[in-house]
């Protein structure tokens, strides 16, 4: 059934939903923000299967999701993700106008490059590496950013509570500044290390069968996917519970996400995990050079 699911699928329904958002130059339509919806979650579910058959496939040979085909795809699936959530969040926003073509963009450069050639299994090491590296270090940067601001609203509430005169030594931002700051470091440290943990899972797809394959039971992947879990929590709770966008509330889960990552961290420094560094007993010394 997955094997029927076409790259024409998924490009149909976000064609579709793009022409939806086109009409808003046009008139009114009150049923116009459920059938752009529902093209859109039709086009991103056909668009997931046909993602996963792809793996499935990909799994047979040992190099899942390794391809600028695959690589395409993917960039054009997280970009309908984003285009959702942003549709469901402001509805009257047109960002379809913008973000579909890009979509649509990435889905036409992937057909192109269909029968391109898989890439060879330490390419596609390498470069399921880099970006898993590169994704989860700019998860570190945002929740440690989150971090400060949170702990610089929580001073500043403080502040304000007491009544305490403005230190103009220490000059805080507005606490409505430092509330968004939170709240898109929230949304942002969730995408990114959940966007990095996926590429950790392929590359650990791509090495099960060579050399360092990392345990599914490793201490570091279990507290990462616990971390995950609580972001992804944290983030909804945010979204839904609307006392929750306001106040210290956001300053409290910025801050404890951070705790969250400072565990995981720990235990890669001291070497719980096989994640972390090793020194190389085994390396054979560096071949010398001919006379």
Same mark, same amino acid.
């Given at each position: ?49 046909? $993602?996963? @058959?792809?793996? *499935? ?5 040992? &190099? !899942?999701?390794?391809? #600028? ?43 192109s490059l269909e029968k391109a050639q898989t890439f060879r299994r330490d390419q596609a090491l390498q470069l ?31 502040? $304000?509570? @007491?009544?305490? *005169? ?5 000059? &805080? !931002?507005?606490?409505? #500044? ?114």
């Amino acid at each position: 059934m997955l094997s029927g699911i076409t790259i024409v699928c998924f490009t149909a329904s976000y064609a579709v939903a793009l022409a939806m958002e086109v009409t808003r130059l046009f008139f009114r339509m009150p049923v116009r923000f459920f059938l752009i919806l529902g093209f859109t979650i039709a086009g991103l579910f056909a668009h997931t299967l046909h $993602l996963w @058959h792809r793996t *499935q496939a990909g799994l047979a040979t040992g &190099l !899942p999701l390794s391809s #600028w085909y695959d690589w395409s795809l993917l960039a054009a699936w997280i970009l309908s993700l984003l285009y959702l959530g942003w549709a469901i969040r402001r509805p009257n926003s047109p960002i379809g106008l913008f973000m579909l073509p890009l979509v649509l963009a990435l889905i036409g450069l992937a057909y192109s490059l269909e029968k391109a050639q898989t890439f060879r299994r330490d390419q596609a090491l390498q470069l399921w590496g880099l970006a898993h590296g590169v994704l989860l270090m700019l998860g570190v940067v945002v929740v440690s950013f989150g971090f400060v601001a949170g702990v610089m609203y929580l001073v500043q509430s403080y502040r $304000l509570k @007491h009544k305490m *005169q403005p230190s103009t030594l220490l000059r &805080l !931002p507005s606490l409505e #500044w430092l509330q968004e700051a939170n709240k898109h470091m929230l949304l942002h440290s969730l995408l990114l290390i959940l966007l990095g943990m996926g590429a950790g899972i392929v590359m650990n797809l791509i090495r099960t069968a060579g050399k360092g394959f990392v345990p599914w039971t490793d201490p570091v992947v279990i507290s990462s996917g616990v971390l995950v879990a609580w972001l992804l929590a944290a983030t909804i709770f945010e979204w839904t519970y609307k006392p929750a966008q306001q106040g210290r509330k956001v300053a409290y889960l910025t801050v404890a996400n951070f705790a969250f990552l400072a565990i995981v961290l720990i235990m890669l420094a001291t070497g719980a995990s096989e994640h972390a560094p090793k020194k190389d007993a085994e390396a054979e010394p560096p071949a010398r050079a001919p006379q």
